[in-house]
């Protein structure tokens, strides 16, 4: 059974900082590419940012580049997104997602397993 465990949500005033992990099995993880999702009220699945399976290529959504980083551990098949400064535009739960390969693409349909989410919520 695949599970993905996202950890390291919560609530943080604007401007502060949050780090998301998620602990994936490395047998589902590591030769495949990594993302972060977000989804706040009322609005659809969004993609955030993603990462190769090598780590040697990552992309990320406008709304979030310069602020956000996401890296990798391959050998213990866990992903990190390291925010900040953080805005009250970033409200919504973050999910974790393993790729059906090796490149990290920007639909969900590219993505085979998905975690539970993780709340994070920024006040103004």
């Known amino acids: 059974q695949v599970q993905l465990a996202e950890s390291g949500g919560g609530l943080v005033q604007a401007g502060g900082s949050l780090r998301l992990s998620c602990a994936g099995s490395?047998?589902?993880?590591?030769?495949?590419?990594m993302a972060w999702f977000r989804q706040a009220p009322g609005k659809e699945r969004e993609f955030v940012a993603g990462i190769s399976w090598n780590g040697g290529n990552m992309v990320y959504a406008d709304s979030v580049k310069g602020r956000f980083t996401i890296s990798r551990d391959r050998m213990s098949g866990t992903a990190y997104l390291q925010m900040s400064p953080l805005e009250p535009e970033d409200t919504a739960v973050y999910y974790c997602?393993?790729?059906?390969?090796?490149?990290?693409?920007?639909?969900?349909?590219?993505?085979?397993?998905w975690g539970q989410g993780t709340q994070v919520t920024v006040s103004s």
């Open positions: 997602a393993v790729a059906r390969g090796t490149v990290a693409g920007r639909s969900s349909d590219s993505y085979r397993y």
């Open positions: 490395r047998r589902t993880s590591t030769n495949n590419a």
